[in-house]
């Protein structure tokens, strides 16, 4: 099993930025890929970006170009930097890892981003 926990959300004016991090603990050897989903009210959740343990990124095409993924693998955190943002940015953002070798999910308790215009 696997524990995720979320940091970095806030409220931030359209075209500032935020740092979201997350700290996964427990069995991390078995993590192959980290990301971020996120859920705005009223809408589905929608993945926002990935990246797996060798480094290959994955963007939400609304994002890419402003919010970058990376990760720390002796850490074992993953960051989404997170630039220009939008009112439409604004949802409760998760974590989630995917465990090998079964591609189990785990998910973190979210942050809200509020993006004020």
């Known amino acids: 099993q696997v524990q995720l926990v979320e940091s970095g959300g806030g409220l931030v004016q359209a075209g500032g930025s935020l740092r979201l991090s997350c700290a996964a603990s427990?069995?991390?050897?078995?993590?192959?890929?980290m990301g971020w989903y996120r859920q705005a009210p009223g809408k589905q959740r929608e993945l926002v970006a990935d990246?797996?343990?060798?480094?290959?990124?994955n963007y939400a095409i609304s994002v890419k170009g402003r919010f970058t993924i990376s990760r720390d693998n002796a850490k074992n955190t993953v960051y989404l930097q997170m630039n220009s943002l939008k009112p439409e940015d604004t949802a409760v953002y998760y974590c989630?890892?995917?465990?090998?070798?079964?591609?189990?999910?785990?998910w973190g308790q979210g942050t809200q981003v509020t993006v004020s215009s």
């Open positions: 427990g069995s991390t050897f078995s993590i192959h890929t």
């Open positions: 989630y890892a995917e465990l090998e070798p079964h591609w189990t999910d785990y």
């Open positions: 990246i797996s343990s060798g480094g290959s990124t």
